[in-house]
T-cell receptor, first 114, second 108 residues
């Protein structure tokens, strides 16, 4: 099993450009998450999908959109990138929620917005 | 004040020492997670616990729900334990609130 995979690993964008971060898991998990990690801030939840067909906002959703394409895939889109979105982005999944299940993380995407 | 506070923020120790990392939280929770972030950036789940104590190899995690406090212990520490250790608590069924992490360095 590959676990949770993310593409790309690195990306540099100019302000105003758009891009989509891809995430896929092969563990048949119901729940998927997008986080961003910034120095001194810890991990913060951007959006999550409790199950296929549903998405909900997390702590910092502004400037992002998500799509739960199917049970395996959960993408994060930046429509008009801003320097404040420079961060490391992690996708994660869990069997069903996080109250009783561990989370599995992807390797991360390091995004720089100039 | 952050909902999840970890201490210390940085810890340097010699190989073989017993390590303790603390996590205090201010909200009611159903579970607490301990994560390890490797120097290369990858994040791995170490423990999920809602009461008592769990052990995996040289790692031990404890939680006291009444005191809203958890500890992560590493026995016989080794340089390969050098990493950032992150505490996170549940906020509802789908959300985790993360601490800022403890950077641990074990010198040979």
């Amino acid at each position: 099993n590959a676990g949770v995979t993310q593409t790309p690993k690195f990306q540099v964008l100019k302000t105003g450009q758009s891009m989509t971060l891809q995430c896929a898991q092969d563990m048949n998990h119901n729940s998927m998450y997008w986080y961003r990690q910034d120095p001194g801030m810890g991990l913060r939840l951007i959006y999550y999908s409790a199950s296929e067909g549903t998405t909900d906002k997390g702590e910092v959703p502004n400037g992002y959109n998500v799509s739960r394409l199917n049970k395996r895939e959960f993408s994060l889109r930046l429509e008009s990138a801003a320097p404040s979105q420079t961060s490391v982005y992690f996708c994660a999944s869990s069997l069903s929620g996080i109250a009783n299940n561990e989370q599995f993380f992807g390797p991360g995407t390091r995004l720089t917005v100039l | 004040k952050n909902e999840v506070e970890q201490s210390p923020q940085n810890l340097t120790a010699q190989e073989g020492e017993f390590i303790t990392i603390n996590c205090s939280y201010s909200v009611g929770i159903s579970a607490l997670h301990w994560l390890q972030q490797h120097p290369g950036g990858g994040i791995v789940s170490l423990f999920m616990l809602s009461s008592g104590k769990k052990k995996h190899g040289r790692l031990i995690a404890t939680i006291n729900i009444q005191e809203k406090h958890s500890s992560l212990h590493i026995t016989a520490s080794h340089p390969r334990d050098s990493a950032v250790y992150i505490c996170a608590v549940t906020k509802g069924a789908q959300k985790l609130v993360f601490g800022q992490g403890t950077r641990l360095t074990i010198n040979p």
